[in-house]
């Protein structure tokens, strides 16, 4: 690999060169949503973020390959195994069924990555889909003593471990601070941040999905799910973790006890975590009831790359706060910037030596800790470099696969002209029929032909504009 690329481990507390476990080739694991609720555009700062790494990654060169877990199931209101299943929550305030709650804000999700150009994972997996994995990892806990069964439920045993608060040296009273608003203790633990892996006596009589287990009828705990997807899909040896930070404790925590403790061996290397974005009145979540989403900024007015580019203009690392002020300084920075995008004439030669000192600029801006604050402005600069138009646009599209703020909207026309007629037909057909797909809310419809699309090499992008379409590069 030409470039490294550095970034902050929260595992080893530093900043870390990615050094991954095969050459060439990132394993990389994002945890889904809880597909009770829209996402806030708080979750989706992390998506977007974590969207940025992986073309970053790519980028620079690496074969990366990202699977995301959807949750569908076992996420209770308080991360101490406590409260209602997020996902009955949903169900009961729409009075719909689990599954039709799940379908729904799945796409929904999707929906609203494909409007911020947020790439769809290689492996997106549902947490029901996945039911004997979790069975099978949980009786190899069980049977090398990591886990035990009381009341009924089975529960990993944190305190066979000699080291389990891996990534903090915060004492555990510390941690558990914020965790547990609704504590409710459970009797059946042996120790306080032991963590339930398969529920069968719930005190929700209702819960709506149930699978027999060779502990009863019941279903899995949130944490099991990211261990036996990951595994299932990337194998024993996990290269990059992503999550917000709300994940490292106790969601990442237990995810290491689990697979660490099931596998016998160190699992994954890298951890990587996006702050918050907050409001005014603080962290935005989900259950509190009001919560800012991609559909009501583009009813305000805001397209979401503007969205997009707020995020971008701010470290990861930093919590970041959310106004309309800003966001107005955002809509008319990014204008701006789209004009002068647009204004480049396409003629002339590139010239290779700007070319190659820019891209170099831009590599070590993201390669390290992912500055995408920086990133722009190098953007910026290469908009006031004495160099040909032709050397910027091919720079700003070049840029752009990593950035995706649609800023080569045009490049796209260019690709159709390049495309043939019969090509040309076959794609707007798909496009005609995955939009009424859409207006019939067939979401499952739609995602199959952006999918078969894709197969053949052509990907497609819902934009302000409609939707557009290129060729894989
Ligand atoms: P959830 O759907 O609640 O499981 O969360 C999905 C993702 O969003 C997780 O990676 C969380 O850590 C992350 N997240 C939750 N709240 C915020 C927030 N306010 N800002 C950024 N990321 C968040
Ligand atoms: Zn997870």
């Known amino acids: 690999m030409e470039h ?42 992390s998506y977007i973020m974590e969207d940025v790494l992986e073309k970053s990654l790519r980028y620079i060169g690496y074969d990366v390959k990202r699977v995301m877990n959807i949750t569908d199931v076992g996420h209770l209101s308080s991360d101490a195994d406590t409260g209602e299943d997020k996902m009955l929550k949903g169900a009961k305030r729409e009075h719909k069924t689990v599954m039709e709650i799940a379908k729904f804000y799945t796409d929904a999700f999707f929906l609203d990555c ?17 039911i004997p994995d979790f069975i099978h990892m949980i009786e190899v806990l069980l049977e090398k003593g990591y886990a035990y069964t009381a009341g009924g439920n089975v529960y990993f045993d944190t305190a066979k471990l000699n080291d389990y608060f891996v990534f903090s040296s915060q004492s555990e009273k510390e941690l558990l601070v914020g965790v547990r608003d609704d504590v409710e203790e459970d009797a059946n633990k042996k120790n306080k941040n032991d963590f339930v892996l398969w529920f069968t006596r719930s005190k929700f009589e209702d819960q709506a999905l149930k699978w027999d287990s060779p502990w009863g009828v019941g279903y899995p705990g949130w944490h099991i799910e990211c261990s036996c997807i990951s595994i299932r899909h990337l194998g024993e040896y996990m290269d990059i973790h992503c999550g ?31 702050n918050h ?4 009145s603080g ?27 707020f995020c971008l203009q701010s470290h990861y690392r930093k919590p970041l706060e959310f ?57 910026y600069d290469l908009l006031k470099e004495d160099c040909s138009d032709m050397t910027k646009w091919e720079l700003i599209c070049d840029f752009d696969r990593v950035l995706s703020l649609g800023l080569t909207a045009q490049e796209e026309k260019q690709q159709d002209r390049d495309v043939d007629e019969e090509t040309k037909s076959y794609i707007l057909a798909k496009i005609q029929e995955r939009a009424s797909a859409k207006k019939q809310k ?32």
């Open 4 to 45: 490294k690329f550095q970034f902050y481990n929260t595992l080893t507390r530093r900043m870390e060169t990615v050094i991954p476990h095969e050459e060439g080739k990132i394993a990389m694991y994002t945890c889904g949503p809880t597909v009770y609720h829209y996402a806030h555009i708080g979750n989706l700062r």
């Open 114 to 130: 494909e409007k911020l150009n947020i790439k769809r994972p290689d492996v997106v997996e549902p947490a029901t889909n996945c």
């Open 244 to 274: 917000g930070v709300d994940n490292i404790f106790p969601h990442h925590t237990n995810e290491i006890a689990q697979s660490e403790s099931y596998l016998g061996h160190k699992w994954c290397g890298y951890w990587f975590h996006v």
């Open 277 to 280: 974005l907050n409001d005014k």
């Open 283 to 309: 962290k935005m979540s989900k259950s509190g009831g009001d919560f800012l989403t991609v559909s009501l900024l583009q009813e305000k007015g805001y397209d979401p790359m503007v969205y997009r580019m």
């Open 323 to 379: 106004s309309y002020d800003v966001m107005d300084n955002m809509k008319a920075a990014y204008t701006k910037l789209k004009k002068k995008i647009a204004e480049l004439k396409k003629e002339g030669q590139t010239n290779p030596e700007v070319f190659a000192r820019y891209k170099d600029k831009f590599m070590d801006a993201v390669s390290n800790d992912l500055n995408t604050s920086m990133a722009i402005t190098i953007l």
């Open 442 to 473: 067939d979401f499952a419809k739609a995602d199959a032909i952006r999918d078969e699309l894709q197969e053949k090499g052509i990907l497609i992008k819902d934009t302000r504009e409609g939707v557009v379409w290129e060729m894989k590069k």
